[in-house]
């Protein structure tokens, strides 16, 4: 660590104010924040003391991310094989799928540290690290095959009109992630749903659609021409964006999120409560394969296990208030398995879902408030 | 008498001029103003229904505040908003039928959108914030550069909603085919009625940033 510091120190006189490169200042503060704890300190009113600041917090979430992230780039190789009818070891699916996954990673990064540096040093703020999580994100909710040229022009859609219009980070309303989807969804939809984009270069005869394409077309969850067991389901050896197939990988990210006190137990369990809910009115009400499906194994399908562990909890987009919290994951899982069901154009109901319960946040929040304090009114008149 | 030694104001007057100008960036009426919203979104996404719409209205706007303009001494206020609406009913209808006669596919293109040009909140609101109070020749320049200020946002956002959305300019292939060859696809997102939001938005964004003074408290 000293290392880095003589490096930093060595720097620090050339960006200062008035000298030669100050215009990388931004750049070299995002680097200086991100090895060691800023020295300052809070001196006025009361406030916490603790080593934890927003930058920490954030790799927590980044760190929760790796167990989904190391799986997905062992089934994109594993799919890729298994589609040509190989069959090869671990180590060379994971390596096949490394080459995949990396240059998303590399460019959803590089476009939106690009873009927060250039508002940074332009408005005179600190480069702020919300786009750790962001930019981790990104390249696990998309398909493997997603064109970089696209994933580009997405990210710089969302970082631009999903944050830095409203303020850069912390002032965003919807998750920048989910709207670089949503972006992708809607602009090119041809390269984000079907059949053939899940996998990185199968072959023509393996059909790639993922278990939700399957329901939406009214068969049962099939892949390569089998049942999927629940067991199945929970590891996550199927098509699908690549981060969001392993239950299990997001499982132990949510285990590190919750000990950590990152992610919110409450909107995480309102928002699997709302699904199982809007799942169990379906099975009452079945008329056809998916309406049928057993409302716990939409957990385990498509992007809801995911979203609930690492979008709905977002504490940005998220309502605030602890009552707030019940009602938004709630209504964002209930919503989530409603769109997934009903309407067949989006087989990924949880982005949208997401997206809807961002816009509303606000508007929970205030009617949690203003409840809370008429309530607190009645009683100090019931006093006097 | 008093009223006839007063020096007639030249045609081009600098306070003209401005009424020809200000609609065209400080106090443009979809930017500032945020009237005529629903349309801008509706018909941009192509170039063409755009500029023919811009012009429905430009005709429809200036002609109006003229009409507005002599009247405005024998409307009784009581019925005025119904006056002004006669008044705009008949230009559109006149616009329309024009449209139909000599411009049918883009006509058919704009559908119910030419009718609406009734409802259009730019034309009242200019009808009553300009044209009650103020001569022909200042309210037909009113009306030519509020017209003119619609017009340019549609446009452009027009042209970058055909451009990024199909492709095209005018119904020209623009984008090379190269470039599809190489897998650029056009956006489909942009087709989409958003889109035009945020194009507005974004140009309303740039004008503010450039010009302090719209900025809201």
């Known amino acids: 660590m000293k290392f880095i510091r003589n490096i930093l120190d060595s720097v620090k006189p050339h960006v200062q104010k008035g000298a030669k490169f100050h215009a990388f200042n931004s750049m070299y503060d995002a680097a200086d924040t991100l090895f060691f704890v800023p020295n300052t300190v809070t001196k006025t009113g009361s406030h916490i003391r603790d080593g934890v600041d927003m930058k920490r917090s954030m790799f927590v979430v980044v760190i929760a991310l790796v167990p989904a992230l190391l799986f997905g780039m062992w089934n994109t190789g594993q799919m890729h094989f298994q589609s040509l009818g190989q069959e090869v070891d671990i ?69 631009i009109f999903g944050k830095e219009v409203f303020g850069g980070t912390g002032m965003n309303i919807v998750n920048p992630a989910i709207l670089t989807r949503a972006f992708l969804f809607f602009a090119y939809p041809q390269s984000m749903s079907g059949d053939s984009v899940w996998i990185a270069e199968k072959a023509d005869a393996f059909s790639g659609a993922t278990p939700l394409a399957e329901l939406t077309a009214g068969n049962a969850p099939l892949f390569a021409g089998a049942n999927l067991s629940p067991m199945e389901m929970m590891i996550g050896a199927y098509p699908g964006s690549i981060g969001e197939t392993s239950t299990i990988a997001i499982i132990i990210g949510a285990a590190i999120l919750l000990y950590t006190g990152v992610a919110s137990w409450k909107v995480m369990l309102s928002f699997i409560g709302g699904g199982l809910v809007m799942g169990l009115i379906f099975n009452l009400f079945a008329v056809n394969a998916y309406m049928e499906l057993p409302a716990w194994e939409h957990l385990l399908l498509g992007g809801f296990a995911f979203g609930a562990v690492f979008m709905i909890t977002d504490p940005v987009t998220a309502t605030q208030t602890e009552m707030g919290k019940w009602i938004y994951g709630f209504f964002g899982g209930l919503i989530a398995i409603l769109v997934r069901v009903v309407n067949p154009a989006y087989p990924e109901g949880v982005m949208l879902a997401i997206l809807f319960m961002n816009i509303f946040a606000p508007l929970i929040d205030f009617y949690v408030v203003e409840s809370n304090i008429k309530k607190r009114l009645k009683r100090a008149k019931v006093a006097a | 008498m008093s009223v006839d030694k007063q020096e007639r104001e030249p045609l081009f007057s600098p306070k003209n001029i401005k009424l020809l100008t200000n609609p065209l960036n400080k106090d443009n009426p979809i930017t500032t103003q945020v009237l005529g919203i629903c349309s801008a979104l509706a018909v941009t996404v192509k170039l063409e229904p755009a500029i023919v719409m811009s012009l429905s209205v430009m005709v429809v706007l200036s002609a109006g505040n003229v009409i507005i303009s002599l009247l405005r001494n024998s409307i009784p206020s009581r019925i005025r908003i119904i006056v002004q609406l006669v008044v705009i009913a008949a230009l559109v209808i006149l616009v329309d039928q024009v449209l139909k006669a000599y411009a049918y596919e883009v006509s058919k293109q704009l559908s119910v959108f030419v009718g609406l040009i009734i409802t259009n909140c730019i034309i009242m609101g200019r009808f009553e914030a300009f044209a009650m109070g103020n001569k022909p020749w200042p309210a037909l320049l009113d009306g030519i550069g509020n017209g003119i200020g619609y017009g340019w946002i549609l446009i452009a956002v027009a042209f970058f909603r055909e451009l990024f959305g199909s492709g095209t300019l005018f119904g020209l292939t623009i984008i090379p085919q190269g470039f599809y060859d190489f897998g650029y696809v056009n956006n489909g997102l942009v087709i989409l009625p958003p889109m035009a939001l945020f194009a507005v938005g974004a140009i309303i964004w740039i004008q503010r940033s450039r010009d302090k003074e719209l900025i809201e408290s």
């Open chain 1, 91 to 159: 180590m060379d699916a994971f390596l096949y799928g490394l080459l995949k996954v990396l240059p998303i990673i590399i460019v959803s990064y590089a476009v939106g540290l690009g873009i927060e540096i250039v508002f940074a040093q332009g408005r005179g703020h600190e480069v702020n690290e919300g786009f750790f999580v962001s930019g981790m994100l990104i390249p696990l909710i998309v398909p493997v095959s997603t064109p970089l040229w696209m994933v580009a022009v997405a990210v710089a859609f969302a970082v």
